[in-house]
């Protein structure tokens, strides 16, 4: 087949600062697609993009020509509504885990196809698989099933959903071209859009455990994704949310399942509860459902039912203890005072190191390893309490964990002003 186009004159007119027209960019990504232009020149292309940018109209046809690379799933002939969520990626973010029984309880059917953590960032799929017997892998037709039976899914994206993005996510991972907001944004797009789900509620994380550590940068993002939802049919909203200090009091894998099912009791910590209803609240209102509150579905014990169905539908017991670690280590406060500060991406790298994530695709993570916090930024502590215990089935690694908790949290004399709420803002 002759190429109508030359991938080097592609990597050129990006790098000296040119839009790339609709022709070109559908070439490139379907060219790449097919192992015609060499992940070298897409890296190339990669690094042009996040040093030059890209206008609204090249990310649209971009995002469309990774929609086109796979396949799209069709959820039309459900007998109700269609939302998701999706998270930019923080440390503690167990969210997804009782808000999709939750917005299956108030009659919305949720399609979470989700990932695995890379880095510091937990996955939702890893948190799942420490419940004993639970399965990521289903079918489109099961999935299609589960959604209509008992309302809610949680599993892995399946390989024929947007497959350019998958290539293209691995190499922007080694080539320090992951933090491109036009690269960021179609990627997550891209999948969305080929799920197939009528609403899609964005949770962009802002601050040290997130991509994006500012607010502008995090409001550019989720300007560009809402665009992209609304010109493709999907009604779209994005909350920005504080990713300064960890969510909740957990992070890592069968500590965060306990803490979600914690939620989903009536009980957990105030933060998790607060962003779960938000995001809830948020989904049932861009599926049309707004008449329905989802703290009712919570307090009456309806998405506790659900999450039992879903856990079980997917070969988990609900009721299996979850995995315990070998060993623990406590760290203790040095002295007496009110925590003042709790660092997002220093816990997040700790539970990593612990053996919560991976350093490479394809490890085997650990289900115990995690960490658990004793105080969180605002609360009293005195000097020896329990601050932060590690979890790990390999004591040799405690060593390097608590060098990234080295300097990660501060203990001072006047409680920080706490923030009004987790939301720090809301775009539509
Ligand atoms: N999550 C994704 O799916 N893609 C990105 O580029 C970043 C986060």
């Known amino acids: 087949m002759t190429e109508p186009f030359d991938a080097v004159e592609v990597i050129a007119a990006k790098r000296d600062g040119h839009r790339l027209d609709d022709a070109r960019i559908d070439w490139v990504v379907d060219a790449f697609t097919r192992g015609v232009v060499a992940p070298e020149q897409m890296s190339a292309l990669a690094m042009a993009i996040l040093l030059n940018g890209m206008d609204r109209a090249e990310i649209a046809r971009w995002t469309a020509a990774m929609i086109a690379s796979g396949e799209r799933m069709d959820f039309s002939g459900l007998s109700r509504p269609t939302a998701d969520k999706h998270s930019t990626g923080g440390v503690g973010d167990k969210i997804t885990l009782p808000l999709a029984p939750l917005v299956a309880a108030c009659g ?25 017997g639970w399965r990521a892998d289903l079918t489109n037709e099961r999935v299609v099933a589960q959604l209509e039976d008992v309302g809610a899914v949680i599993c892995a994206a399946g390989s024929g959903l947007a497959p350019a993005d998958k290539k293209l996510y691995a190499l922007r991972d080694v080539t320090g071209t992951v933090e491109a907001i036009p690269l960021i944004a179609s990627s997550i797009m891209s999948k969305k859009i080929a799920e197939g789900t009528g609403a899609l509620v964005l949770d962009v994380k802002v601050g040290s455990g997130a991509f994006m550590k500012h607010l502008d940068q995090a409001r550019e993002l989720a300007e560009t994704m809402v665009a992209l939802g609304t010109d493709a049919g999907v009604s779209t909203v994005a909350l920005l949310t504080d990713m300064s200090t960890p969510l909740g009091r957990t992070a890592g894998n069968a500590v965060e399942v306990a803490e979600s099912v914690e939620v989903l009791a009536g009980g957990g910590p105030r933060d998790v509860v607060d962003l779960t209803l938000a995001l809830a609240r948020e989904m049932v209102t861009a599926a049309g459902r707004g008449d329905v509150d989802p703290a009712d579905a919570l307090a009456d014990g309806r998405a506790m039912d659900v999450w039992r169905r879903m856990i079980a539908a997917q070969g988990g017991d609900p009721d299996a203890p979850l ?30 190191r612990l053996g919560a994530g991976r350093s490479g695709p394809g490890e085997q993570v650990q289900a115990a390893a995690g960490v658990v916090l004793h105080a969180k930024p605002g609360e009293q502590v005195r000097a020896g309490q329990p601050l932060i215990e590690l979890h790990t089935d390999t004591p040799e690694r405690f060593a390097r964990a608590m060098e990234a908790l080295d300097g990660a949290f501060e203990i001072g004399g006047d409680a920080p002003e706490a923030p009004e709420s987790v939301v720090l803002a809301r775009v539509d």
């Open 323 to 352: 995995p315990t670690p070998r060993e623990t280590h406590v760290l203790t406060a040095p002295g007496d005072g009110v925590l003042t500060r709790l660092d997002a991406l220093a816990v997040g790298v700790a539970a990593w």
């Open 108 to 132: 919305v059917a949720v399609p979470q196809l989700s990932g695995r953590g890379l880095g510091h960032t937990g996955g939702t799929l890893d948190k799942l698989e420490s419940i004993p």
